[in-house]
């Protein structure tokens, strides 16, 4: 549910602000020259830049969207360090001696010294205006997460031009080196953010730790090679290693926004630094991002009451896109307020509400509103994706026991299925005995 906007929520976003302009502001006594500005004067050390680049390559945009992909291909996202360590090398080795023994300022003084002045103009402007695209993606995720998780009253255009404008003034004011220092102060934040939603997890859960790590195992999350050539897995080792590589590489050599930041380092000793503490920090983040993916994952697995039904019953479970109309449309608008029990028997009626196994529309409203101490609400089980063997969830469920068969989160082949139902079974028949 949208947490109510509250005080403390407008009070850690403008000072949030205020630490970003006023590191702008400190910095702005030292921009004297050009190469001031944008290469920081050539001053800084390889931690801070590590950091920056850790926080430039897992934006905002990768800090929603990691744990919302872990919550599906679970550890198979460990490749994303991996590919990181595996191109170090040549990066120390090769590429950063390249710029520094050139004296450049950007990749695209090379492209010129390499081949010609249009070359560079054009790879230049290709450059420019990818970055205006991906930085107008950039800006929007953080403001919409803003709106949705706290519940802000603000229109998203307001909050994109604040921060925009926020951003742009700290810039404006610090050069290349306010630019590093924010992106430490954004790591520092991001860290602190992924440990509270970490633990507050683990206090929702009976084991905490333990729990975690339990349905991940149970529902196939503990995988981290998928060497399978099923060319539908989207985490296949087969394409995945190869992308990132390539990804990771393309990266840090030719992407203005990485290697600006490497060129603003002292001396080729601590660019090389950067570059290691970046891996360090990614190997760091990234798995903590995965982790608050599987807790968000277990939590959700024992309370899935606690979703909202729109996300459940609008989602087809074996393409994750939206339950769409006859016109391509979505079955039900996207909105917190899409399903209630004040509008659940409307959709009945306009059979836009279907069952999640068989695409059928649901005839009937019954079981699928519960009441408790606070009142009515829709009921979450019956709306959810069930896989063959789920019927041995409700009678191991009141045992104690929970399968993974209650989402389509799980297994991947008919064997292992049909393994693991097997094991089920047997499970409950052992535990009814003992209860008997």
């Known amino acids: 549910?949208?947490?109510?906007?509250?005080?403390?929520?407008?009070?850690?976003?403008?000072?949030?602000?205020?630490?970003?302009?006023?590191?702008?502001?400190?910095?702005?006594?030292?921009?004297?020259?050009?190469?001031?500005?944008?290469?920081?004067?050539?001053?800084?050390?390889?931690?801070?830049?590590?950091?920056?680049?850790m926080a430039t390559c897992v934006s905002v945009w990768s800090y929603?969207?990691?744990?919302?992909?872990?919550?599906?291909?679970?550890?198979?996202?460990?490749?994303?360090?991996?590919?990181?360590?595996?191109?170090?090398?040549?990066?120390?080795?090769?590429?950063?001696?390249?710029?520094?023994?050139?004296?450049?300022?950007?990749?695209?003084?090379?492209?010129?010294?390499?081949?010609?002045?249009?070359?560079?103009?054009?790879?230049?402007?290709v450059y420019v205006v990818w970055r205006l695209l991906w930085l107008g993606l950039v800006l929007y995720v953080p403001c919409k997460v803003l709106i949705v998780g706290a519940g802000l009253p603000i229109d998203t255009c307001w909050l994109l031009v604040v921060l925009g404008m926020v951003t742009t003034l700290y810039t404006f004011l610090g050069g290349m080196k306010a630019v590093i220092w924010t992106a430490v102060v954004q790591a520092s934040v991001m860290a602190v953010g992924l440990i509270l939603i970490v633990v507050i997890v683990w206090m929702q859960l009976e084991g905490g730790p333990s729990r975690v790590a339990e349905v991940a195992r149970a529902l196939g999350r503990a995988e981290v090679f998928n060497v399978s050539w099923n060319l539908d897995s989207k985490w296949t080792c087969w394409g995945i290693v190869p992308h990132f590589l390539v990804a990771t590489l393309s990266c840090f050599v030719a992407d203005q926004l990485t290697v600006q930041r490497c060129l603003t380092a002292r001396n080729l000793t601590q660019a090389k630094w950067s570059l290691t503490w970046n891996c360090v920090s990614v190997t760091i983040m990234v798995p903590a991002l995965l982790y608050a993916g599987l807790a968000l994952l277990a939590f959700y697995h024992d309370f899935p009451e606690a979703l909202r039904p729109i996300w459940v019953a609008n989602v087809d479970h074996q393409t994750r896109q939206s339950v769409c109309d006859a016109r391509g449309g979505p079955l039900i608008a996207w909105?917190?307020?899409?399903?209630?029990?004040?509008?659940?028997?409307?959709?009945?009626?306009?059979?836009?509400?279907?069952?999640?196994?068989?695409?059928?529309?649901?005839?009937?409203?019954?079981?699928?509103?519960?009441?408790?101490?606070?009142?009515?609400?829709?009921?979450?089980?019956?709306?959810?994706?069930?896989?063959?063997?789920?019927?041995?969830?409700?009678?191991?469920?009141?045992i104690g026991i929970e399968m993974q068969f209650r989402h389509d989160l799980g297994l991947r082949s008919r064997h292992r299925t049909a393994?693991?139902?097997?094991?089920?079974?047997s499970r409950v028949r052992d535990t009814s005995r003992s209860v008997a």
């Open 64 to 125: 929603t969207g990691v744990p919302g992909e872990a919550y599906f291909a679970g550890c198979q996202l460990l490749i994303i360090p991996l590919a990181a360590w595996c191109c170090l090398p040549l990066l120390t080795h090769t590429v950063l001696p390249l710029y520094y023994r050139l004296g450049i300022c950007s990749v695209y003084e090379y492209l010129e010294l390499r081949y010609d002045v249009r070359t560079r103009l054009a790879s230049s402007a």
């Open 419 to 425: 393994d693991a139902l097997t094991v089920a079974q």
């Open 335 to 398: 909105s917190p307020q899409a399903i209630t029990p004040e509008n659940i028997d409307q959709l009945v009626a306009d059979r836009r509400l279907l069952r999640p196994n068989t695409h059928e529309p649901f005839t009937s409203v019954d079981d699928l509103i519960v009441s408790d101490a606070g009142g009515e609400q829709v009921n979450i089980r019956p709306i959810e994706h069930h896989r063959q063997g789920a019927q041995i969830v409700d009678v191991a469920a009141d």
């Open 1 to 53: 549910m949208t947490v109510a906007p509250a005080l403390l929520d407008f009070g850690l976003l403008a000072f949030y602000l205020l630490v970003l302009i006023g590191t702008g502001w400190y910095f702005r006594r030292e921009q004297h020259t050009s190469r001031d500005f944008f290469l920081a004067g050539r001053s800084m050390r390889g931690f801070p830049v590590g950091l920056s680049l």
